[in-house]
């Protein structure tokens, strides 16, 4: 997140989302989940304090993170979790270089989601 007056609030703990990198709204973004149209609406929130989410990245860099209740993953359908490990640790993994690739901000979404939206005549 750029560092300004107002800074981005963690919608769950309250702290500062201080880089893109951590944030769980630009995360969804990358996955094609947040239009580009809803990104300066939506809520911000730390990518940890997004367990249902964060439980399925899987990467060596990332503390892994555990969630409990209806959402856990090791009560869900394996074929599911794999697939959704694949593409939230990818969409991760690809936010994690945004700082360093020097890319318009539509070019960060994962190359299936900007496809997509290429062939979409709206958004
Ligand atoms: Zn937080």
């Known amino acids: 997140m750029a560092r300004c007056d107002q800074g981005y ?5 309250g702290q500062d989302v201080e880089q893109i990198t951590e944030s769980d709204l630009y995360l969804r973004y990358v996955m094609g ?4 149209l809803a990104l300066p ?8 304090c997004n367990p249902a989410t964060a439980q399925y990245i899987v ?5 892994p993170v555990v969630c409990s209740g209806v959402f856990a993953k090791e009560g869900l359908d394996a074929v599911f979790v794999h697939e959704q490990e694949d593409r939230v640790t990818r969409a ?4 994690q270089e945004i700082p360093t690739l020097g890319i318009p901000i539509t070019e960060y979404p994962l190359p299936e989601v900007q496809a997509a939206w290429r062939n979409q005549t709206t958004v």
Do not use: G, N, Y
Request: charged letters at 40%; glycine letters at 0%.
């Open 59 to 63: 990467d060596p860099a990332f503390e």
């Open 33 to 36: 989940e947040v239009s580009p």
């Open 41 to 48: 609406k939506e809520r911000e929130r730390h990518i940890r």
């Open 9 to 13: 609030l963690c919608d769950v703990c």
């Open 92 to 95: 991760w993994q690809r936010l």
